[in-house]
């Protein structure tokens, strides 16, 4: 269940032009890393204000920028472990500049009165139930596991449902507990994949010849 995740592959080679711009002149992953951040903090702007294709535009750079760095070091040869912490600080500051927007728009549209009202609360349940699939994946990871992406609500769907409710902001309880939903569930199966691959057992080293 990799949800929007599974079109990655896709996006990315309709990124192929700029991989090779990229690789030609020497630009560093950590670049599109940037780009990536600074495109979702312009996105969490333009949620606040409730400007849905500004979002909507910013939010796909943001997507962009987290394919780019990846595929431009691996074309390059230079992947390395700090790329690696980068791209996690980047996509964790890209979902709390996408949150915060979330939250200035509810108090501006709904609730009238900063700390007062009831959608502010959903959508700040919504942020913190939103790390639980990273902070699965990142502990996974830790105890020698791979690092499990994607759905069935990963990033992708995060990105595109707050878009949804930037543009109807009476919906934005509802979609923050989708979120919630979908945050939870999306921990729980990366939970029991990560046990999977943990309690695998380990092959069977057999003697040179032994057929």
């Known amino acids: 269940m990799r949800g929007l995740y599974a ?13 090779r711009v990229a690789v030609a002149r020497g630009l560093s992953p950590d670049v599109f890393t940037a780009v990536g951040a600074v495109s979702a903090l312009g996105a969490g702007v333009a949620i606040a204000y409730g400007n849905w294709i500004l979002a909507l535009v910013l939010l796909a750079g943001r997507l962009a ?17 700090w790329g690696f912490v980068l791209n996690e600080l ?9 949150f915060a927007g ?6 501006r549209t709904l609730d009238l009165g900063w700390g007062t ?19 699965t994946s990142l502990s996974g990871a830790g105890a020698g596991a791979p690092r499990l992406n994607g759905g069935p609500f990963g990033k992708t769907e995060r990105c595109a449902v707050v878009v949804v409710a930037t543009a109807v902001p ?18 729980l ?11 695998a057992p380990a092959p069977v080293a057999h003697p040179a010849g032994d057929r």
């Open 117 to 135: 009202g009831w959608a502010t609360g959903w959508v700040l349940i919504a942020a913190v139930c939103a790390t639980l699939p990273t902070f």
């Open 170 to 187: 009476a919906w934005i309880p509802a979609v923050s507990a989708l979120i919630v939903v979908g945050s939870v569930v999306t921990m």
């Open 90 to 98: 980047g996509d964790r500051a890209g979902d709390l500049a996408m």
């Open 102 to 107: 979330l939250v200035v728009l509810a108090e």
């Open 65 to 81: 920028g987290a394919n780019l760095d990846g595929a431009v070091a691996r074309a390059r040869g230079v992947s390395r472990p």
């Open 189 to 199: 199966v990366r939970l029991r994949t990560i046990h999977r691959l943990l309690d």
């Open 7 to 19: 079109l990655k592959p896709w996006y990315t080679r309709r990124l192929t032009s700029i991989i």
